[in-house]
């Protein structure tokens, strides 16, 4: 008896909604009646799941269902359509070089059969390839137009990750992260940086809807997203009110917006920001303190909750205890501790010369090292090594560095305490911060003794001095 021809039967589940395609089973019914007819046998049904080819996305099983015919493991193919198959020509060109080398003639679409042997096969192969490509891109064409109906009516854009703040339906509030967003604005608001922001996000867990940690960038596209404030945006433009409630009010939106977005604004804000963020401690539980405002009013605050870890015990003024750290900071340049501190044994413009030349080159190599591994000059595994030596070393470099700049942000000022302490309130925040980083590690802040008493109680404030 001859050997039956060993087919390879093909069938993909489409993302297309409109429910004019047909199911996968039907796909797979067809392609078994067709194999019967002409007395295939059908060895292997390979099957993709809800992926669309066009999209450029892997699709497994048709990448199985090549390397069995490379193997020559299948003497045939049958597919219900060509788009099924393939929707861009390069992946038809693998495909049928793929048949070609192992002696596959037979291609059977329920649209017609492509013999692979025949000049005429290929040809045809590619006009239904361009025939799926050119369905795909009036698809788009009809998706766009979609899209914009949708907007115009205030609907929630679908597809890809929901927004942070909101369920998958985009509408409803996740109420979690509708409170880490009130939070945020009214921190912003109120002066703290982005920066300080996504640290503390960080330090408390709270993570992206993707499950990354957030950055200073991915903070302020979340912050100045008008669909946070219920404005529906369509191809970066608000084009009317969203059938959603908003987050926060129209105001705090606009407000978000131009405080960040306006170039002008992101180097010099104005003074309402947090002098000590990332340098206190909570006395009690000996977490770090955050900005807490409350009522308007800037204070620092071990905060509790599900997403941050402190015990809530301490909180403390913020007006009082910067004006009395800044103070101290001032005093304590003047100090002969001090002076001997940044005199005595402070590293010379050489030593910071070389250092910074250090970090470059590193830099460059690091540069260079990426370029070459483009280039297939290395292997992935020598670029891993390389690269893990030098941010060793480059880490070493900027350590020692970050210390020799701590001290240049005082250095001017050793012994001129009372001609700092004039310009103090005039210098910009982040000059402020290098001066009291410089001086000040961290301090610890005690519970008030007398709950609710106004202004600051200097013996809540434990400092541990840097230099
Ligand atoms: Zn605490």
Redesign the pocket.
């Known amino acids: 008896m001859m050997k039956r021809m060993a087919a390879a039967v093909y069938a993909r589940i489409s993302q297309d909604r409109s429910g004019q395609e047909l199911g996968v089973r039907r796909q797979l019914e067809d392609c078994r009646a067709e194999a019967d007819r002409r007395g295939w046998q059908v060895v292997e049904e390979y099957v993709d799941d809800d992926m669309s080819a066009y999209s450029g996305k892997t699709r497994p099983q048709y990448e199985r269902m090549l390397a069995d015919l490379a193997e020559g493991r299948r003497d045939a193919v049958i597919v219900w359509h060509m788009d099924r198959l393939h929707r861009r020509p390069a992946e038809l060109e693998r495909f049928v070089d793929t048949c070609v080398r192992a002696g596959v003639r037979d291609v059977v679409t329920l649209s017609g059969d492509i013999d692979l042997a025949k000049g005429d096969g290929l040809l045809m192969a590619r006009l239904l390839a361009a025939v799926a490509a050119n369905e795909s891109d009036s698809k788009k064409r009809r998706g766009a137009r979609k899209a914009l109906e949708i907007a115009q009516s205030g609907r929630p854009m679908m597809g890809g990750p929901r927004p942070f703040g909101f369920e998958v339906d985009r509408v409803t509030h996740n109420p979690a992260e509708a409170v880490v967003i009130r939070d945020l604005a009214a921190r912003l608001l109120a002066g703290e940086t982005l920066a300080s922001l996504a640290t503390t996000l960080q330090r408390d867990g709270v993570a992206t809807v993707g499950g990354k940690e957030w950055r200073t960038n991915t903070v302020r596209a979340m912050l100045t997203n008008p669909r946070l404030w219920g404005m529906r945006v369509h191809q970066g433009q608000v084009i009317g009110a969203g059938t959603w409630a908003p987050v926060i009010t129209p105001e705090q939106g606009e407000r978000l917006r131009r405080l960040l977005l306006d170039p002008a604004r992101r180097t010099n804000r104005s003074a309402r920001r947090y002098l000590l963020s990332g340098m206190l401690r909570?006395?009690?539980?000996?977490?770090p303190?955050h900005s807490k405002p409350k009522n308007g009013v800037r204070r620092y605050g071990?905060v509790?909750g599900p997403d941050s870890r402190?015990?809530?015990?301490?909180f403390i003024s913020a007006e009082g205890l910067e004006a009395f750290i800044a103070q101290a900071v001032l005093y304590r340049l003047d100090s002969p501790d001090m002076h001997q501190a940044l005199t005595g044994d402070g590293p010379d413009e050489e030593a910071t010369r070389v250092l910074a030349d250090a970090i470059q080159a590193d830099t460059d190599r690091l540069d260079d090292l990426a370029v070459m591994f483009a280039d297939g000059e290395i292997s992935r595994a020598e670029w891993l090594t390389a690269r893990y030596r030098i941010q060793q070393h480059l880490e070493a470099s900027r350590r020692e560095f970050a210390k020799v700049t701590h001290r240049d942000a005082v250095a001017d000022y050793i012994g001129r305490g009372d001609e700092l302490r004039q310009q103090w309130d005039g210098l910009n925040l982040s000059r402020q911060v290098a001066i009291v980083k410089a001086v000040l590690d961290h301090a610890t802040i005690l519970p008030a003794a007398v709950p609710g008493r106004h202004g600051l109680d200097p013996d809540r404030v434990v400092p541990d001095w840097r230099l």
């Open positions: 909570c006395g009690k539980c000996g977490r303190m071990c509790t402190g015990c809530g015990g301490v």
